[in-house]
């Protein structure tokens, strides 16, 4: 009997220790980077555009066309002359063709293409930094939520166990006559309350948990053993600074720019339909009876041919004019479209910067503040022993205590997303790929 619980303890205890799975900051944007089915789309729809520019390169290059016919007539095709009438084919006709087509001149539709193809290639590109950029960002945060709510939960532990203390000290006051029952009343409601307080806590820390393991892709029941980011130092650059190296490293301005480059390109594929289309074209033909076109009485079994191709529109009734008007405007839009992106950045940079200068000063004041409240819930305690002070008074230095540690705590992780958004509003995430 004893072997058997001996491994069943074992067991229970091994399994809730491999259940604690220690995560870092770090290693949660990797998982995220790694798990994220929205950062798999965009990875796939670069790969696609890839592709499709490698196709639009080839296109420039000669194309290879092999056709094949075969047809059962009813009649045996005739022609007359003078009354008379001359057979020219048989019943069954058979015709094999290879043509080999290489452009040499398409008004500059196939560079334009070409070059559309490899800015696409670019935006995809862009698009999966700015992704990543936002799912650091998220993790970040939800990572900083859920240590936050650890905290608080440990804040709620530590208050309960004070006003348990705070209500033993009451009964034994009240049974030497000391204080009034609606003291010791008070204290019980006091640690009630808390004690409410603490499963709120414990329930939003629950679900902050699994807010940020979906996030990442770990099972949501899992139990996380999180540690603390370091804290690094504010940056020292100057407000133009960081706005400079915001409107270089981030991926929203490289892609507007990649879009007026496009509406460029698109107004040069719109201006070729102005121009003629010349293609060198070489063909090889096969005709004859059978199958193998091996027999062949009334023209040549096979041939070939070699010559110039043009295309030229002459009349689009003001249609193709319209499209280059069009794209002209494109390019006017998506400049103006960057001014205004440019200006929104800088507002992001200076609203991060802000706020963080903002959370700097508040954790100066909130660390004072707390001080200041655990001395004086130290005295209050000394003097509720001494029957100097009421129940309520204690409870009073405890609530001040409790919502300096709680102010101090949040101005703690104020900054921390406050750094978290001014890294993000940098670009810092989409240059370094988001593991700093």
Same mark, same amino acid.
């Given at each position: 009997?004893?072997?058997?619980?001996?491994v069943?303890?074992?067991l229970?205890?091994?399994?809730?220790?491999?259940?604690?799975?220690?995560?870092?900051?770090?290693?949660a944007?990797?998982?995220a980077?790694?798990?994220?089915s929205?950062i798999k789309?965009?990875?796939e729809?670069?790969r696609?555009?890839?592709?499709?520019?490698r196709?639009?390169s080839?296109?420039r290059?000669?194309?290879?066309?092999?056709?094949?016919?075969?047809?059962?007539?009813?009649d045996q095709p005739?022609?007359?002359?003078?009354g008379?009438?001359?057979?020219?084919?048989d019943?069954?006709i058979y015709?094999?063709?290879l043509?080999l087509?290489?452009?040499?001149?398409t008004?500059?539709?196939?560079?334009?293409?070409?070059n559309?193809?490899?800015?696409?290639?670019d935006?995809?590109?862009?698009d999966l930094r700015q992704a990543?950029?936002?799912?650091?960002?998220e993790?970040?945060l939800?990572y900083?939520?859920?240590l936050?709510?650890?905290?608080?939960?440990?804040?709620?532990?530590?208050?309960?166990?004070?006003?348990?203390?705070?209500l033993?000290?009451?009964?034994?006051?009240?049974?030497?006559?000391?204080?009034?029952?609606?003291?010791?009343?008070?204290?019980e409601v006091?640690l009630?309350q808390?004690?409410l307080?603490?499963?709120?806590i414990?329930?939003?820390?629950?679900?902050?948990?699994?807010r940020?393991?979906?996030?990442?892709?770990?099972?949501?029941?899992?139990s996380?053993q999180?540690?603390?980011?370091n804290?690094p130092?504010?940056?020292?650059?100057?407000?133009?600074?960081?706005e400079?190296g915001?409107?270089?490293?981030r991926?929203?301005i490289?892609?507007a720019?990649?879009a007026?480059?496009?509406a %460029?390109?698109?107004?040069r594929?719109?201006?070729?339909?102005?121009?003629?289309?010349?293609?060198?074209v %070489?063909?090889?033909?096969?005709?004859?009876t059978?199958?193998?076109t091996?027999?062949n009485?009334?023209?040549?079994?096979?041939?070939?041919?070699?010559?110039?191709?043009?295309?030229?529109n002459l009349?689009?009734?003001?249609?193709?004019?319209?499209?280059a008007i069009?794209?002209?405007?494109q390019?006017?839009?998506?400049?103006?479209a960057?001014?205004?992106?440019?200006?929104?950045i800088r507002l992001?940079?200076?609203?991060?910067?802000?706020?963080?200068?903002?959370a700097r000063q508040?954790?100066?004041?909130?660390?004072a503040?707390l001080?200041q409240a655990r001395?004086?819930?130290?005295?209050s305690?000394?003097q509720?022993?001494?029957n100097?002070?009421?129940?309520?008074?204690?409870l009073?230095?405890?609530?001040?205590?409790?919502?300096a540690?709680t102010d101090l705590?949040?101005?703690?992780?104020d900054?921390?997303?406050?750094?978290?958004l001014?890294?993000?509003?940098r670009?810092?995430?989409?240059?370094s790929?988001?593991?700093?």
């Amino acid at each position: 009997m004893r072997p058997s619980i001996l491994v069943l303890l074992f067991l229970c205890f091994g399994t809730a220790t491999a259940q604690a799975r220690p995560l870092d900051l770090t290693t949660a944007r990797q998982l995220a980077l790694q798990n994220q089915s929205a950062i798999k789309q965009r990875q796939e729809t670069l790969r696609s555009r890839q592709y499709q520019a490698r196709a639009a390169s080839a296109d420039r290059l000669p194309r290879l066309d092999f056709k094949a016919t075969g047809n059962y007539l009813r009649d045996q095709p005739i022609e007359r002359f003078d009354g008379l009438e001359f057979p020219v084919n048989d019943r069954s006709i058979y015709h094999y063709e290879l043509d080999l087509i290489q452009p040499l001149f398409t008004g500059y539709a196939l560079s334009a293409r070409q070059n559309l193809a490899r800015l696409e290639v670019d935006l995809a590109d862009f698009d999966l930094r700015q992704a990543r950029s936002d799912l650091l960002l998220e993790t970040s945060l939800r990572y900083l939520d859920l240590l936050e709510a650890r905290d608080q939960l440990r804040l709620a532990d530590e208050e309960h166990d004070q006003l348990q203390e705070h209500l033993q000290d009451a009964r034994a006051l009240f049974d030497q006559g000391l204080i009034p029952r609606n003291d010791l009343l008070k204290a019980e409601v006091a640690l009630a309350q808390a004690e409410l307080r603490r499963k709120k806590i414990a329930g939003e820390q629950r679900l902050a948990k699994s807010r940020l393991a979906l996030l990442i892709g770990l099972p949501r029941r899992e139990s996380l053993q999180l540690s603390a980011p370091n804290i690094p130092p504010p940056p020292r650059l100057e407000l133009e600074e960081l706005e400079a190296g915001a409107l270089q490293k981030r991926p929203e301005i490289n892609a507007a720019r990649r879009a007026i480059a496009m509406a %460029g390109e698109r107004l040069r594929l719109e201006q070729s339909r102005f121009y003629p289309r010349v293609s060198l074209v %070489g063909s090889y033909q096969r005709d004859g009876t059978d199958i193998a076109t091996n027999d062949n009485p009334y023209r040549n079994r096979d041939n070939a041919s070699i010559g110039l191709q043009l295309d030229w529109n002459l009349f689009a009734a003001g249609a193709d004019r319209s499209r280059a008007i069009a794209a002209r405007h494109q390019i006017s839009a998506g400049e103006q479209a960057l001014k205004t992106l440019q200006d929104q950045i800088r507002l992001e940079v200076e609203a991060a910067l802000e706020q963080l200068e903002v959370a700097r000063q508040n954790q100066t004041t909130a660390e004072a503040a707390l001080r200041q409240a655990r001395e004086n819930h130290r005295l209050s305690t000394l003097q509720f022993r001494e029957n100097l002070i009421s129940t309520s008074d204690l409870l009073d230095a405890r609530t001040l205590l409790t919502r300096a540690e709680t102010d101090l705590q949040s101005a703690h992780y104020d900054y921390l997303r406050a750094l978290a958004l001014l890294r993000h509003a940098r670009g810092d995430d989409a240059v370094s790929g988001g593991t700093s």
